[in-house]
Nanobody
Framework: HVQLVESGGGSVQAGESLRLSCGFS????????MGWLRQAPGKEREGVAS???????SYADSVKGRFTISRDNGKRTLYLQMSSLKPEDTATYYC??????????????????RGQGTQVTVS
């Protein structure tokens, strides 16, 4: 039984930072890519960052150089450090797990597992 629980969202000013956390359990070897998706009202879902099964990390072009993904398997926690936040980063952020790189997914692809989401608002 896979569980993904996000925390750390909030409201910040442009240029500030936030760190999202995702506590996870039940993620099997077949779902070893873990990452973050986001979706803003009226916009397509976007794969923001992915910690991949080969140890690599992938990022959407829109966040490269500003966001960093990390995974602590001992603590069963996935993180997304977000810096230099912009108003266009405003969205609901979802922790997700899938066999594929989360940043490569078609927006309509039914991702394997996804948390309930946490809101990030940048003004």
């Amino acid at each position: 039984h896979v569980q993904l629980v996000e925390s750390g969202g909030g409201s910040v000013q442009a240029g500030e930072s936030l760190r999202l956390s995702c506590g996870f359990s039940g993620v099997t070897n077949s779902r070893r890519c873990m990452g973050w998706l986001r979706q803003a009202p009226g916009k397509e879902r976007e794969g923001v960052a992915s910690a991949n099964s080969d140890g690599s990390a992938s990022y959407a072009d829109s966040v490269k150089g500003r966001f960093t993904i990390s995974r602590d398997n001992g603590k069963r926690t996935l993180y997304l450090q977000m810096s230099s936040l912009k108003p266009e980063d405003t969205a609901t952020y979802y922790c997700a797990a899938d066999a594929l790189d989360l940043t490569s997914l078609n927006p309509l692809y039914p991702v394997g597992f996804r948390g309930q989401g946490t809101q990030v608002t940048v003004s």
